[in-house]
């Protein structure tokens, strides 16, 4: 199955705001609401940081936040903070009744 | 305080079998959703399977299929993978997570190799 297309890097300034885009198909993200996104630092397991496009779970800094339009999704941090650096999974339902996961984008906080 | 703890890993070499365990609590397990995701080495992650509540419905990405096996026990508050027909390139910590992706435990490490 083919994963979604995500920017190997993206990486700002502390307080600048970054998007990360996550494009996939009709059979997937531009198909259903059940985009997600996660973060993952190196060694631990990924977070869930919003969930069907743009909900974010209890925790989760509002500084998180996400969009759709047509086959891509995005990832906006705003604020953009030390901690922030780590990687970011986008993740998609698809008509084969299965879940994809994107490519992978490496935050750095310059 | 929810927590999703994974055993089962190891080495083992191209061709056998493993079974990982996922042993969950503080929440109710008997009504969601649960899935296995698994991350080879210094690479993504992957989606690998899902099982519905009740055990009625399981989907696995296509690599997998036919070698793979989910399956669940409410009442033992257990999620758990068979593994069969092990390949090279199933190396990976695999973990188990909430159907929703909310929750996640630690990982297992599983390493195929002769």
């Known amino acids: 199955q083919a994963v979604l297309t995500q920017p190997a890097s993206v990486s700002g300034s502390p307080g600048q705001s970054i998007t990360i885009s996550c494009t996939g198909t009709s059979s997937d993200v531009g198909g259903y609401k059940y985009v997600s996104w996660y973060q993952q630092h190196p060694g631990k397991a990924p977070k869930l940081m919003i969930y069907e496009v743009n909900n974010r779970p209890s925790g989760v800094s509002n500084r998180f936040s996400g969009s759709k339009s047509g086959n891509t999704a995005s990832l906006t941090i705003s604020g953009l903070q030390a901690e922030d650096e780590a990687d970011y999974y986008c993740s998609s339902y698809t008509s084969n009744s299965i879940y994809v996961f994107g490519t992978g984008t490496k935050v750095t906080v310059l | 305080e929810v927590q999703l703890v994974e055993s089962g890993g190891g080495l083992v070499q191209p061709g056998g079998s493993l079974r990982l365990s996922c042993a969950a609590s503080g929440f109710t397990f008997s009504g969601i959703w649960m899935k296995w995701v698994r991350q080879a080495p210094g690479k993504g992650l992957e989606w690998v399977a899902n099982?519905?509540?009740?055990?009625?419905?399981?989907h696995y990405v296509d690599s997998v299929k036919g070698r793979f096996t989910i399956s669940r026990d409410n009442a033992k508050n257990s999620l758990y993978l068979q593994m069969n027909s092990l390949r090279v390139e199933d190396t990976a910590v695999y973990y188990c997570?909430?159907?929703?992706?909310?929750?996640w435990g630690q990982g297992t490490l599983v390493t195929v190799s002769s």
């Open positions: 997570a909430t159907g929703r992706g909310t929750y």
């Open positions: 099982i519905k509540q009740d055990g009625s419905e399981e």
